[in-house]
RNA sequence: GCGGGUGUGGUGAAAUUGGUAGACACGCCAGACUUAGGAUCUGGUGCCGCGAGGCUUGGGGGUUCGAGUCCCUCCACCCGCACCA
């Protein structure tokens, strides 16, 4: 097949659009193992069938190009990861192509492409200068706000903005360019900021939450630290209500939005001021139960909180910093691990509760979070668990305020209960009391109502080389500019060493020439993160060569968005929720049509690896010396179990030795090993293969079942180290990539992971033969132009009917159930007639575009099978005259009857009432009643 | 702990609105053709029982003429988040 004009798509068409999408693969070394394509075949099939009945379908495939594996592979190699990169791109490509996927090539990105990053970066710019007005409920230009201080100063703007403080218009005009530049740098999209980051000093870089697994790095597995650097960042906080909002118009499986949901982690409460007593200052906290205040006896701050170091009395000062050099001595793995364990300190000061006007001591600890909310908290011992824990060990007051008596699961999220210890809010239930509290507290003036969310804006700086360079340029004074849009792309500059520079800077640092390209100022050395460019790729699909535009207003508005995306879970909230971020924000600024990106999305499940094992005797003593270190020997699985191996003379036998005396054995042993899947032809191990696997195999001993080894096999993740990965290329070379693609699908729900077994291929392979068979005999294409049978036309239309609606719901796996019933069933007939074959071939087309558009061409067809048009379902050819019932003595299936379709419920009941079976069961007990569901079943009910 | 998901033969699974549980395959067993079979074809195959028959969708309970499917409850495993104020 010539794929590139074959599957080429046009812009310009009066047939509706369908865009079928597949996640942005980064294309590893590794190359694709059998569980990567799975969610290829399947939109490959969906986006086949879309064709065939009558849509212009957008199926495009790209590379995320960018990313740290190429980075560290050029630090060890010294290869660049330009060229590694196209080296691993080509490999994918090749790989692809293989397994015959309908993928308009010409529309093919890559992120790490000039031509593609220069839009990156000019996307970067528009977030660099917009910021969200909170009225409009958008982005806006960032020229707007400056006019806006210019003439009124701040006091008036409603953005999301980290700026706390008020400016007058002739203050704005005071300020130097440099304050200007900071001020407003609170108020952009894309800003910078100094703030806590996740360093890694193995990798020299800093990583993504998302990166971080357990306080390591996800890559390599080095420690991770907390460290203060200047970052830029996302502003993705802006959205986070329309991210959260707008999810309810995705067709998504609820999994998906739980978890987005919970990243976002909306929470509505009060915001609150406490009063220091004798220090001109006020610690704000977050509650989502302020109607527990009377119950507050204490308060807890973060220890990395701003007013610590002010408000620690002289006298706690040492206990304060003993403290804090004990928690920056913590890593975020203890912390995780030690979650049961209290700790915490006095802080020497008092807070004024101004509910119940006492005065409560400020306490510091771990529990509390820096990050979340304000990073301290009003302490609530009678309802909060681990403020509860907190009291008991410091011996803190516990007044209780709820009464939850008639509630007793209730835990404190349920908000429910009686008020009581607690003045005017007495008596109240918990939820009245929580609107009074809101009430009260801004007619104090203490503080407001206010919605919170744990989502927190994106770090969006790498020290890294293999990404994209930010258009920015610092003067003296550190301000950043913007470069100028004509002047994009910047492009990266070519080095030889990728190590990172001194103080954790990017290798970029090291190019001076480059970093001075602009006079008078620098550029900025960080590159831009793995997500900058995949989160906006498939919007340039849509016009991929465009060089004025990221994509044109036309192209944008004939195809929209994506209606299908199929992807795994791993990207569930980091790039899903950056690219609706980014579509959002290109939608604020008029260049698209859409709110959201991806309409309906399918999570395909893993395809984890079936792993062989096989048990070498790794110490075997006998007469004080260890035969298992001279001669390897394995055992098969019946042996593997020492218990069973049980005396171990039938070893000894393999050892060569001769009267084996049981007392001279002082120590026997297994180990389990993997074994490469591909040298095991089922659970039988391939000897031959094996021995010559490693040198120390090469003159083992094997101790047998039945003539055979037999290995054991686990069901784990599918990985080089596991030795169970199967590589597509040589399935599809043994078996054909019709073959391949079809046994992917039947394997099971595409949503759902399951081991792979190669095994079963062999089922899907008989398939197709006998597919083909039904059209050809010895001598070549045999097919008859007689009419069809009732039967077969019945067939024919059974399976029409059966794949189309199982396409339409993305289970593929009971199409390929059905393909095979219906070729049973033809062949059962000989069926040879064109008018069934026909239309079947189509059918069967998205599945195994091979080998239907070989049986089309040869059946005379000049255009391609891809081009024809799907079948439709008649429903008339499955109309019955009768109609098999089976019928059921009180709900239990007894005999079967063949009856008229035409019969009525009465005439039915009677022709039961006589059968053999029925009487035999009845037997003189009474009928209660008997049930007849049309086309159905027929139930008696009889008294036992 | 919270949120989401899954649990059906030896294995992968099917059963779309409550209506014949185990379709379709793998594996296994038997047979045919073959010098041979890890090729091909045919038949059998949930479990217990010689049989009649009984049992069976993670366990227990409920609704119903009828439950894999709906409700309650418990258990196991997987995924995500995790001291979330």
């Given at each position: 097949?010539?794929e590139n004009?074959?599957?080429k798509?046009?812009?310009?068409?009066?047939k509706?659009?369908?865009?079928?999408?597949?996640?942005?693969?980064y294309?590893?070394?590794?190359?694709?193992?059998?569980?990567?394509?799975l969610?290829?075949?399947?939109?490959?099939?969906?986006?086949?069938?879309?064709r065939?009945?009558?849509?212009?379908?957008?199926?495009?495939?790209?590379?995320?190009?960018?990313?740290?594996?190429?980075?560290?592979?050029?630090i060890?190699?010294?290869?660049?990861?330009?060229?590694?990169t196209?080296?691993?791109?080509?490999?994918?490509?090749?790989?692809?192509?293989?397994?015959g996927?309908?993928?308009?090539?010409s529309?093919?990105?890559?992120t790490?492409?000039?031509?593609?990053?220069?839009?990156?970066?000019?996307?970067?710019?528009?977030?660099?200068n917009?910021?969200?007005?909170?009225?409009?409920?958008?982005?806006?230009?960032?020229?707007?706000?400056?006019?806006?201080?210019?003439?009124?100063?701040?006091?008036?703007?409603?953005a999301?903005?980290?700026?706390?403080?008020?400016?007058?218009a002739?203050?704005?005009?005071?300020?130097?360019?440099?304050?200007?530049?900071?001020?407003?740098?609170?108020?952009?999209?894309?800003?910078?900021?100094?703030?806590?980051?996740?360093?890694?000093?193995?990798?020299?870089?800093?990583?993504a939450?998302?990166?971080?697994?357990?306080?390591?790095?996800?890559r390599?597995?080095?420690?991770?630290?907390?460290?203060?650097?200047?970052?830029?960042s996302?502003?993705?906080?802006a959205?986070?209500?329309?991210l959260?909002?707008?999810?309810?118009?995705?067709?998504?499986?609820?999994?998906?939005?739980?978890?987005?949901?919970?990243w976002?982690?909306?929470?509505?409460?009060?915001?609150?001021?406490?009063?220091v007593v004798?220090?001109?200052?006020?610690?704000?906290?977050?509650?989502?139960?302020?109607?527990?205040?009377?119950?507050?006896?204490?308060?807890?701050?973060?220890?990395?909180?701003d007013?610590?170091?002010?408000l620690?009395?002289q006298?706690?000062?040492?206990?304060?910093?003993?403290?804090?050099d004990?928690?920056?001595?913590?890593?975020?793995?203890?912390?995780?691990?030690?979650?049961?364990?209290?700790?915490?300190?006095f802080?020497?000061?008092?807070a004024?509760?101004?509910?119940?006007?006492?005065?409560?001591?400020?306490?510091?600890?771990?529990?509390?979070?820096?990050?979340?909310?304000?990073?301290?908290?009003?302490?609530?011992?009678?309802?909060?668990?681990?403020?509860?824990?907190?009291?008991?060990?410091?011996?803190l007051?516990?007044i209780?305020?709820?009464?939850?008596s008639?509630?007793?699961?209730?835990?404190?999220?349920?908000?429910?209960?009686?008020?009581?210890?607690?003045?005017?809010?007495?008596g109240?239930?918990?939820?009245?009391?929580?609107?009074?509290?809101y009430?009260?507290?801004?007619?104090?003036?203490?503080?407001?109502?206010?919605?919170?969310?744990k989502?927190?804006?994106?770090?969006?700086?790498?020290?890294?080389?293999?990404?994209?360079?930010?258009p920015i340029a610092?003067?003296?004074?550190?301000?950043?500019?913007?470069?100028?849009?004509?002047?994009?792309?910047?492009?990266?500059p070519?080095?030889?060493?990728?190590?990172?520079?001194?103080?954790?800077?990017?290798?970029?640092?090291?190019a001076?020439?480059?970093?001075?390209?602009?006079?008078?100022?620098?550029?900025e050395?960080?590159?831009?993160p793995?997500?900058?460019?995949?989160?906006?790729?498939?919007?340039?699909?849509?016009?991929a060569?465009?060089q004025?535009e990221f994509?044109?207003?036309?192209?944008?508005?004939?195809?929209?968005?994506?209606?299908?995306?199929?992807?795994?879970?791993?990207?569930?909230?980091?790039h899903?929720?950056?690219?609706?971020?980014?579509h959002?924000f290109?939608?604020?600024?008029?260049?698209?049509?859409?709110l959201?990106?991806?309409?309906?999305?399918?999570?395909?499940?893993?395809?984890?690896g079936?792993?062989?094992l096989?048990?070498?005797?790794?110490?075997?003593?006998y007469?004080?010396?260890?035969?298992?270190?001279?001669?390897?020997?394995?055992?098969?699985?019946?042996?593997?179990?020492?218990?069973?191996?049980?005396?171990?003379?039938?070893l000894?036998?393999?050892?060569?030795?001769a009267?084996?005396?049981?007392?001279?054995?002082?120590?026997m042993?297994?180990?389990?090993l993997?074994?490469?899947?591909?040298?095991?032809?089922?659970?039988?191990?391939d000897i031959?293969?094996?021995?010559?696997?490693?040198?120390?195999?090469?003159?083992?001993?094997f101790?047998l079942?039945?003539?055979?080894?037999?290995?054991?096999?686990?069901?784990?993740?599918?990985?080089?180290?596991l030795?169970?990965?199967v590589?597509?290329?040589?399935?599809?070379?043994?078996?054909?990539?019709?073959?391949?693609?079809?046994?992917e699908?039947?394997l099971?729900?595409?949503?759902?992971?399951?081991?792979?077994?190669?095994?079963?291929?062999?089922?899907?392979?008989?398939?197709?033969?006998?597919f083909?068979s039904?059209?050809?005999?010895?001598?070549?294409?045999n097919?008859?132009?007689?009419?069809?049978?009732?039967?077969?036309?019945?067939?024919?239309?059974?399976?029409?009917?059966?794949?189309?609606?199982?396409?339409?719901?993305?289970?593929?796996?009971?199409?390929?159930?059905?393909?095979?019933?219906?070729?049973?069933?033809?062949?059962?007939?000989?069926?040879?007639?064109?008018?069934?074959?026909?239309?079947?071939?189509?059918?069967?087309?998205?599945?195994?575009?091979?080998?239907?558009?070989?049986?089309?061409?040869?059946?005379?067809?000049?255009?391609?099978?891809?081009?024809?048009?799907?079948?439709?379902?008649?429903?008339?050819?499955?109309?019955?005259?009768?109609?098999?019932?089976?019928?059921?003595?009180?709900g239990?299936?007894r005999d079967?009857?063949?009856?008229?379709?035409?019969?009525?419920?009465?005439?039915?009941e009677?022709?039961?009432?006589?059968?053999?079976?029925?009487?035999?069961?009845?037997?003189?007990?009474?009928?209660?009643?008997?049930?007849?569901?049309?086309n159905?079943?027929?139930?008696?009910?009889?008294?036992e």
């Open positions: 097949m010539e004009k074959l599957y798509v046009s812009n310009n068409t009066s509706p659009k369908y865009y079928v999408l597949d996640m942005f693969p294309p590893s070394g590794a190359g694709l193992h059998v569980g990567h394509p969610g290829y075949i399947a939109s490959d099939i969906f986006a086949r069938y879309k065939l009945t009558g849509y212009n379908v957008l199926h495009p495939m790209g590379f995320d190009a960018f990313g740290l594996p190429a980075e560290q592979y050029a060890q190699s010294g290869i660049h990861p330009a060229v590694s196209d080296q691993n791109i080509k490999r994918y490509r090749e790989q692809l192509d293989n397994i996927f309908s993928f308009d090539w529309r093919e990105v890559k790490s492409d000039p031509a593609y990053y220069k839009w990156t970066q000019w996307i970067f710019l528009q977030l660099f917009h910021y969200y007005d909170v009225d409009a409920n958008k982005a806006l230009p960032i020229q707007q706000l400056i006019l806006t201080f210019e003439k009124n100063g701040n006091a008036g703007v409603k999301h903005s980290t700026y706390e403080q008020i400016f007058l002739h203050e704005w005009h005071q300020m130097s360019s440099k304050e200007k530049d900071d001020v407003l740098m609170n108020y952009r999209l894309a800003y910078r900021k100094k703030g806590y980051v996740n360093w890694c000093e193995a990798l020299g870089t800093v990583l939450n998302d990166e971080v697994k357990d306080g390591l790095s996800e390599g597995g080095h420690p991770v630290e907390k460290r203060a650097m200047i970052q830029w996302l502003r993705i906080t959205y986070a209500e329309r959260l909002h707008d999810l309810d118009t995705l067709n998504w499986s609820d999994a998906l939005k739980a978890m987005q949901r919970n976002i982690g909306k929470s509505e409460g009060a915001q609150l001021f406490f009063d004798g220090y001109d200052r006020k610690i704000e906290i977050f509650t989502t139960r302020p109607d527990t205040i009377f119950g507050a006896t204490y308060m807890v701050l973060a220890p990395e909180h007013l610590v170091s002010q620690t009395t006298d706690q000062k040492e206990t304060v910093n003993k403290y804090l004990y928690v920056g001595s913590r890593t975020e793995i203890d912390r995780m691990v030690e979650v049961k364990e209290v700790t915490g300190v802080t020497g000061a008092y004024h509760n101004p509910f119940t006007n006492s005065n409560i001591p400020i306490w510091l600890g771990e529990y509390v979070l820096k990050d979340y909310g304000t990073g301290a908290i009003m302490a609530v011992p009678s309802d909060d668990e681990r403020d509860h824990v907190f009291a008991k060990k410091f011996g007051p516990i209780d305020v709820v009464d939850k008639q509630w007793p699961d209730a835990t404190l999220h349920d908000k429910v209960g009686t008020m009581f210890n607690s003045d005017f809010l007495n109240m239930q918990v939820e009245v009391a929580i609107k009074e509290m009430d009260r507290i801004e007619q104090k003036g203490i503080g407001s109502k206010k919605i919170n969310y989502l927190r804006d994106a770090n969006y700086s790498r020290q890294r080389y293999w990404g994209e360079p930010f610092y003067d003296n004074d550190g301000v950043a500019h913007a470069m100028d849009v004509d002047n994009l792309p910047l492009t990266l070519n080095l030889e060493n990728f190590q990172p520079s001194s103080g954790g800077k990017s290798p970029l640092a090291r001076e020439q480059w970093v001075t390209q602009i006079d008078g100022l620098e550029l050395t960080d590159t831009m793995g997500f900058a460019g995949s989160s906006w790729y498939f919007l340039r699909y849509m016009d060569g465009n004025n994509a044109s207003g036309e192209a944008i508005n004939y195809w929209q968005d994506v209606d299908l995306y199929v992807g795994g879970t791993e990207h569930a909230v980091g899903l929720l950056y690219s609706r971020c980014w959002k290109l939608f604020d600024l008029g260049y698209l049509p859409t959201e990106p991806f309409k309906k999305l399918v999570n395909q499940g893993m395809i984890q079936s792993s062989r096989v048990w070498r005797v790794s110490e075997f003593i007469n004080d010396l260890d035969l298992a270190k001279i001669t390897t020997v394995l055992v098969s699985k019946k042996y593997s179990d020492l218990n069973t191996l049980g005396d171990n003379e039938i000894a036998k393999l050892y060569g030795i009267n084996y005396e049981k007392s001279k054995c002082s120590g042993e297994l180990t389990s993997h074994v490469d899947v591909n040298m095991v032809d089922g659970i039988y191990l031959e293969v094996f021995r010559n696997w490693r040198p120390e195999y090469k003159n083992a001993k101790l079942e039945d003539n055979k080894y037999i290995c054991g096999t686990q069901v784990e993740k599918m990985s080089k180290s030795y169970n990965t590589n597509p290329d040589d399935l599809v070379k043994n078996y054909g990539a019709d073959c391949f693609r079809m046994y699908m039947f099971g729900p595409i949503e759902q992971s399951k081991p792979w077994d190669t095994k079963g291929i062999e089922g899907v392979q008989k398939f197709l033969r006998k083909w039904l059209y050809y005999n010895e001598s070549g294409l097919l008859s132009d007689e009419l069809p049978i009732t039967d077969e036309l019945k067939i024919l239309h059974l399976t029409i009917k059966k794949i189309t609606e199982d396409i339409e719901r993305f289970s593929f796996n009971t199409c390929v159930s059905a393909f095979m019933m219906c070729v049973n069933d033809l062949k059962r007939l000989d069926c040879n007639k064109k008018q069934i074959l026909e239309p079947l071939c189509i059918l069967l087309a998205p599945f195994a575009p091979f080998i239907t558009e070989e049986i089309w061409a040869d059946m005379g067809n000049s255009a391609s099978v891809h081009k024809a048009i799907f079948p439709n379902f008649e429903p008339i050819y499955l109309v019955q005259d009768t109609i098999e019932y089976p019928v059921c003595i009180n239990k299936k079967t009857i063949e009856i008229s379709a035409q019969m009525s419920h009465k005439e039915i009677d022709l039961v009432m006589h059968l053999d079976q029925v009487k035999k069961y009845v037997n003189g007990k009474q009928i209660l009643k008997v049930i007849v569901v049309t159905r079943m027929v139930n008696v009910v009889i008294k």
